[in-house]
Nanobody, 115 residues
Framework: QVQLVESGGGLVQPGGSLRLSCAAS????????MGWYRQAPGKQRDLVAT???????TYADSVKGRVTISGDNAKNTVYLQMNSLKPDDTAVYYC?????????WGQGTQVTVSS
């Protein structure tokens, strides 16, 4: 069983930055894909960015150039650095992991971009 614990959300002004962290604990495999999704009120949950255990990254078009995903394999932790935040980035951000063919979700962390 894998548990994902997110941290780093909060309130930030437009143009500001936040870094989200997702720490994975429990049984773990060397090969995995981890990432972040977000869900705004009344909208579906959408991909933000993913990273594989090999370091391959993918980004949604809406965040390219503003967001960087990175991982620390030694700490089983994935980070999402978000810069130049916009009000449209306001959402609950969920950590996601696919390990050994099983999908796991974190509990979500709120990010609010507002002046």
């Amino acid at each position: 069983q894998v548990q994902l614990v997110e941290s780093g959300g909060g309130l930030v002004q437009p143009g500001g930055s936040l870094r989200l962290s997702c720490a994975a604990s429990g049984s773990f495999f060397r090969r995995y894909t981890m990432g972040w999704y977000r869900q705004a009120p009344g909208k579906q949950r959408d991909l933000v960015a993913t990273i594989t255990s090999g370091g391959t990254t993918t980004y949604a078009d809406s965040v390219k150039g503003r967001v960087t995903i990175s991982g620390d394999n030694a700490k089983n932790t994935v980070y999402l650095q978000m810069n130049s935040l916009k009000p449209d980035d306001t959402a609950v951000y969920y950590c996601h992991a696919q390990i050994g063919g099983v999908i796991y979700w974190g509990q979500g962390t709120q990010v609010t971009v507002s002046s």
